[in-house]
């Protein structure tokens, strides 16, 4: 993929983050719209998002299981190199966490599925969703896991146990993937006026994202100053566009992983990070303003990376 079509895809989310800069100059554009538009991505149209992707799927063109444990395995690698660099730039275990998701996680459903599908064809739709959803699914898992278990008090462990679960379970983008793999598996589809309604609810979350994360850009800029969270950023960055892609360049031929899935793999490791992992942040409210400068900044890098990624790997 030459550079000048990588931004035709990615411009239009640049220009929604710039509107949402804009809007932040006036009042009623405050951090705590952003925050109120944040939970209506979140709770509502992020997860109707997901679950219409989902439940599309056609699983009847089976799954590789050598393309979903390597999927499963580069993200948790991902994961733990982030971490492990976050913690050596002196980060504590909250922000490090953090820092471990913001590397491992890209943008695999505004930007990874429709890419997929235009630059390997439609056979690539359903590998594309499936490890949209592995990438999904696991990020967050993980993520909360961890969150709980940093934040834990003196609770006795059977409490411990079951506030995991029920952040994890509970996660309404987990719940999501479910719902929408049981419809999938199930082959029924939905009415034509709840289908509608599902995908008008999904509509919104890439723009509300974007523009949630264009309010709080102008708090992205003091991220970039000081040691630590410069050293958190750049370690997310690296991993990101550099350390993943490699990761899953090898992945895909050490194991053997068929096409399209290989591709579609390499693909989804290499792409930058979502508003999505924004969103997660703020909810957390940890390291999302530094998120939003890594957002940023792999976008940015991706127009680079991305084209040479893919060439190795095609």
């Known amino acids: ?36 538009l944040n939970d209506l991505v979140y709770y509502l149209a992020l997860p109707a998002l997901i679950f ?5 799927a056609d699983l009847s063109t089976g799954v590789s299981g050598v393309g ?24 504590p275990w909250r922000d490090a966490n953090a820092v471990g998701t913001v590397g491992a996680w890209g943008n695999v459903g505004y930007l990874g599925i429709p ?18 959803t592995i990438h999904t699914a696991l990020a967050i898992s993980v993520f909360v896991v961890a ?26 983008i987990v719940v999501a993937i479910v719902l929408g793999l049981l419809v999938a598996a199930s082959g029924w589809r939905l009415p034509r006026p709840v289908a509608t309604t599902v995908e008008l609810l999904g509509d919104m979350a890439a723009p509300g994202g974007l523009f949630a994360l264009g309010i709080l850009l102008r708090g992205a800029l ?39 899935w290989a591709a579609v793999l390499v693909l989804m490791c290499a792409l930058p990070d979502a508003a999505t992992v924004f969103v997660l942040m703020a909810q957390y409210r940890t390291w999302y303003r530094e998120s939003t400068a890594a957002v940023i900044l792999t976008t940015v ?14």
């Not at 993929?1 to 405050?30: C, K, N, Y």
């Open 68 to 91: 979903v444990a390597v999927a499963s395995g580069l993200l948790l690698v991902g994961y733990v190199l982030a971490v492990l660099g976050a913690r050596a730039v002196r980060l």
């Open 222 to 260: 003091p991220a970039l100053r000081g040691g630590g969270r410069v050293g958190g950023i750049v370690v997310a960055v690296v991993v990101k566009l550099v350390v993943l892609p490699g990761l899953a360049v090898g992945a895909v031929h050490l194991f053997a992983v068929p096409a399209p």
């Open 1 to 36: 993929m030459d550079p000048a079509t990588l931004l035709t895809q990615i411009a239009p989310i640049f220009a929604v983050i710039a509107i949402g800069a804009v809007a932040a100059r006036w009042e009623r554009f405050s951090e705590s719209a952003a925050a109120t």
């Open 301 to 314: 890098g991706s127009i680079v990376t991305l084209p040479v990624v893919l060439t190795l790997a095609l």
């Open 115 to 132: 890419l997929s599908v235009a630059v390997l064809g439609p056979a690539a739709g359903f590998a594309a969703s499936l490890v949209s």
């Open 147 to 172: 969150a709980t278990l940093i934040d834990r008090d003196r609770s006795s462990r059977g409490l411990l146990v079951r506030t995991v679960a029920r952040r994890v379970l509970g996660n309404p």
């Open 52 to 56: 219409d992707s989902v439940a599309e």
